[in-house]
């Protein structure tokens, strides 16, 4: 699926390599975890294949999937925002190639070229607005009472 959250639909083709010129390519088998909650938010991925499931921690239970990401999508949106924490956990549910990244090295050049930070600023906001909007659909689908969307 193509999304305006995919790497080349968000970032203009002018910076489109820079957060990958600091990356490696890095395989996941399903079941893997790439970082849980609570947890330093650095590297950062972007999935070359495969699927990777977003999920919360609930105490005593498997983690709980929130969402899902594939081709072009970015895994790990707090490495950006301080404290720089994760606030979720991420799972590859099949074998995953990605390019992880150090968010460091990101940081650093944006640091120095404000252009490529608002970049990449808009770019995990597009990615963060619609994973707010993915979980609001899926709430609603399954809390919604039938046919009003209302409360009850």
Request: no cysteine; charged share 20%.
């Given at each position: 699926?193509?999304?305006v959250?995919?790497?080349?639909?968000?970032?203009?083709?002018?910076?489109?390599?820079?957060?990958?010129?600091?990356?490696?390519?890095?395989?996941?088998?399903?079941?893997?975890?790439?970082?849980?909650?609570?947890?330093?938010?650095?590297?950062?991925?972007?999935?070359?294949?495969g699927?990777?499931?977003?999920?919360?921690?609930?105490?005593?239970?498997?983690?709980?999937?929130?969402?899902?990401?594939?081709?072009?999508?970015?895994?790990?949106?707090?490495?950006?925002?301080?404290?720089?924490?994760?606030?979720?956990?991420?799972?590859?549910?099949?074998?995953?190639?990605?390019?992880?990244?150090?968010?460091?090295?990101?940081?650093?050049?944006?640091?120095?070229?404000?252009?490529?930070?608002?970049t990449?600023?808009?770019?995990?906001?597009?990615?963060?607005?619609?994973?707010?909007?993915?979980?609001?659909?899926?709430?609603?689908?399954?809390?919604?009472?039938?046919?009003?969307?209302?409360?009850?």
């Amino acid at each position: 699926m193509t999304t305006v959250t995919t790497v080349n639909a968000a970032v203009p083709a002018g910076h489109r390599e820079r957060p990958v010129q600091f990356a490696r390519q890095v395989p996941f088998e399903a079941g893997a975890r790439l970082f849980g909650e609570g947890r330093r938010a650095d590297p950062f991925w972007i999935v070359r294949t495969g699927a990777v499931a977003l999920d919360l921690h609930e105490p005593g239970r498997r983690p709980a999937a929130v969402g899902m990401l594939r081709h072009g999508e970015l895994v790990g949106l707090s490495w950006h925002f301080p404290p720089r924490m994760g606030q979720l956990g991420a799972e590859a549910v099949s074998p995953v190639r990605t390019w992880e990244s150090d968010a460091e090295a990101v940081r650093a050049v944006y640091a120095e070229d404000p252009e490529f930070g608002f970049t990449i600023t808009v770019w995990l906001g597009l990615a963060g607005t619609d994973r707010l909007d993915r979980s609001r659909t899926r709430l609603l689908d399954l809390y919604a009472p039938q046919g009003n969307g209302g409360l009850a």
